[in-house]
């Protein structure tokens, strides 16, 4: 089964894509079968990052019924035969605000894609669309660079993911989902008061579903003038929303990834001795040993569950 990585961003503008489109590019390169999934829906544009300019066929025709399988709109991509893409949408106010069927369809049909790793490109912002796709993933990364505002923006995605996460922990499983579905947290400790206070083992399944959650950082455009203060953020998310903050790695702010943009090709593949696109290599080795780790984790669990070897 392929291990979902998830990439998004508090705001738009930060570089989430280009990060996306280089690190499943690297990860194919390193011998993995990826595949790219845009659902940065409203907004799509990795099939432009990676020279695609007119896929033959997007999301919108998954959405729309036009096809019925979600395998049936993979594409390949040029650059790498171990890479092939999900196109995004975007082109209708229908497809670009789907309803919530269509998206649990969307969800649902990740389970039958084949690959390696899925790398998943989710919308900027904090609408529901944006969080489920994000949590559906095995490995979540976060993608800033260190302009206050889009730090600031950082955390309040952070928080509401982890409050999101809580309180799906419980959806279609526990007696207190309907409860906990209907209510507007501000906080994960509210959501943990809450379910404290209507069951004792609704407390614990919180709690654990919180300690489970412990996104990455990827610090876009940084440079010695204009750092993030990680350790600082790390202590504020740990504080205020329970669980940990790692600092995957740091892409610094390099002309050349403009350059490469305008070419539509991935900065790793137009310019690989540049410091963007080392930084990206990088970055990717990274993610590879998470994904690693999880795959050992989800091999441990097979076997306390079915006994024996991994099924």
Known sequence: MATLISIASGKGGVGKSVVATNVALALAKAGRRVLLADLDVGGADAHILLGELNPPVTLTDF????????????????????????????????????AYARKKRLINQFQDLTADVIVIDVGAGTNYHVLDFFLMADVYVVVANPEPTSVLDLYRFVKLAAIRRVVASFLSRHPLSETLS?????????????????????????????????????????????RVNVLYLRKVLHEYVGGDLLLLGEIPDDPAVGLAVRKFLPIIEADPESPAAKALVALSTGLERLVTEHSERANKTQEAVFGGAPV
């Open 63 to 98: 959405l729309n019924k036009r096809v019925h399988r979600l395998t049936d709109v993979v594409i390949p991509i040029s650059l790498h035969p171990n890479l092939r893409l999900i196109a995004g949408t975007g082109e209708t106010l229908a497809t670009a605000n789907m």
């Open 182 to 226: 209907v209510r507007d947290f501000s906080s994960v400790e509210e959501v943990l008061d809450v379910t404290k206070g209507l069951d004792p083992d609704g407390h614990d399944i919180a709690a654990s579903a919180l300690r489970s959650f412990r996104p990455s950082l990827v610090v876009n455009r940084s440079s010695n003038r204009s």
